[in-house]
């Protein structure tokens, strides 16, 4: 028998070293260092290459045959549907709802006439029936298995025609002849994923890989599957709120800009199509700390309602805490208040959240937050019936922002009469039906919101 060298792979992360360590050396993680011999692929030493072709870049390229999964939200976030002989992951947080967003739409294929497959690992086939029963879509011709033998499952789906679309359910759960390393871990996950990869190319099934994410957010063990696969799709959702995110994090056949929104119901996942209404449908109007935002992911408005508290602190060191949005953006507002408005908040705590678990990385939310902090501070209500967007530099000015119109557009369509936008957006259309107010400077916004209400009676000392 040949000599095996061996190796150990950094459960987290996959960094793969010659010794035991207690602490991986790549990522930090403790304790996560386990022996896994190496890929035992083969002809691994003796084998003399084949020979092949090389191809010149004139050479007739195909655009990529997509197929629409009849899903709008998923096919939007995807760029317009799974594309022949692709392979996309999708992870999220469990119990999230990817089993039942892809039986959903392996069954919508299914219907449309498509050969689609769904193999699970995870549940047995009588528990994916009763999914499938459960959200009304026993009639649809899937085929299921419960299968986790990738060799098992490639020779099957050989047979006959090519399926167009084959989830996995998960790729934690599969394993390979090919490595001998135990199902889970860092290698049999990539061997698999390896494995699939290469038949998806070469039959021109597009595959799905479920991916399950750790604690802290990360795609468990296997990183590096990210880099193999073509697209990346991660299912968000908070746990007290019904809507669920869907958003590429890679896709190299599409955008990575835009969000599907759904919602889970009784029977299995909604897609929302108008997400701002949804977003604002549990407002506290009147309420001073409070403004809406109009936002754009990818080529859509969305507009949310961005939530702040500016107390006075019983600490030290006042706490700053964020949800939805950056934690360095808010020090920068913070900051720019301090240091240009004349706005004190050495001894105040502040709080900002995103309402809706929404989670926007756009700088023009600036503007927005900070009306809702000053609003906060204030304690003057802003008008329920202004939105707010633009961008604050450091030195104190309002920056304009991209898509003006269609953030303008939205607002108008969801019944608000004002919008508070840079100085510089003067020039672009806007809508007939809504009060523009220009501004050029972060300290006129502060000035027209001081100038709504009466300040706090006793503020703390300093
Ligand atoms: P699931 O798709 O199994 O999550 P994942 O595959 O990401 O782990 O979804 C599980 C949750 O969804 C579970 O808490 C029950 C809920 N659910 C509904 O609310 N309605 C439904 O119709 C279905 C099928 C599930
Ligand atoms: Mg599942």
Avoid at 174 to 197: C, F, K
Avoid at 198 to 218: C, E, F, M, N, P
Wanted: aromatic share 4%; hydrophobic share 45%.
């Amino acid at each position: 028998m040949s000599k095996r060298s061996l190796s150990f792979i950094c459960q987290n992360c996959g960094a793969a070293s010659h010794r035991w360590q207690g602490k991986c050396e790549a990522c930090g993680e403790w304790n996560s260092l386990a022996e896994e011999g190496a890929p035992a692929g083969p002809g691994r030493k003796t084998a003399k290459g084949r020979l092949f072709a090389l191809e010149g870049l004139a050479g007739e390229a195909h655009d990529a045959p997509r197929l629409a999964s009849g899903v709008a939200e998923l096919d939007r976030v995807t760029g317009g549907g799974f594309v022949r002989g692709s392979v996309l992951l999708m992870a999220g947080d469990p119990g999230i709802g990817k089993s039942t967003l892809l039986i959903q739409a392996t069954a919508a294929l299914a219907r449309a006439g498509h050969r689609a497959v769904y193999i699970s690992g995870e549940e047995a086939v009588a528990q994916v029936r009763l999914r499938a029963e459960r959200l009304g879509l026993r009639d649809a011709p899937v085929e299921l298995a419960a299968e986790t033998s990738v060799e098992d499952i490639i020779a099957t789906l050989s047979e006959g025609k090519t399926p167009r679309l084959i989830v996995i359910d998960s790729i934690q759960t599969m394993w390979t002849d090919m490595v001998e390393s135990a199902p889970g871990t860092v290698t049999q996950v990539r061997g698999s994923a390896q494995a699939l990869i290469r038949y998806a190319k070469r039959s021109g099934a597009a595959i799905i890989l479920v991916g399950h994410v750790t604690k802290d957010g990360q795609i468990a063990g296997p990183r590096v599957v990210e880099h193999m696969v073509d697209a990346v799709l991660s299912f968000e959702g908070d746990g007290t709120h019904q809507f669920r995110i869907l958003r590429a994090v890679k896709n190299r056949f599409g955008p990575t800009d835009e969000i599907g929104v759904f919602e889970m119901t009784g029977a299995g996942l909604a897609e929302v199509a108008t997400p701002s209404e949804l977003f604002l449908s549990e407002r506290d109007l009147g309420q001073p700390g409070t403004a809406v935002f109009a936002g754009m992911e990818g080529t859509r408005p969305i507009l949310v309602e961005i939530q702040a508290l500016v107390a006075p602190t019983s600490l030290g060191t006042p706490r700053r805490a964020v949800v939805g949005w950056d934690t360095s953006r808010l020090a920068m507002v913070l900051a720019v208040l301090e240091a240009h408005c004349g706005v004190k908040l050495g001894g105040y705590d502040v709080y900002l959240n995103v309402a809706g678990g929404m989670r926007i990385s756009e700088p023009a939310a600036d503007l927005a937050a900070a009306a809702a902090l000053v609003s906060s501070l204030a304690n003057s209500p802003l008008p329920a019936d202004a939105v707010y967007f633009g961008e604050v530099s450091l030195s104190g000015a309002i920056r304009p922002v991209s898509h003006t119109a269609s953030r303008l557009k939205e607002s108008a369509k969801l019944g608000f009469a004002r919008a508070v936008l840079p100085e510089a957006a003067r020039s672009e259309a806007g809508d007939p039906s809504l009060k523009a107010s220009h501004v050029g400077s972060l300290t006129t916004l502060v000035a027209d919101i001081a100038a709504l209400g009466k300040p706090r009676t006793a503020p703390p000392k300093a």
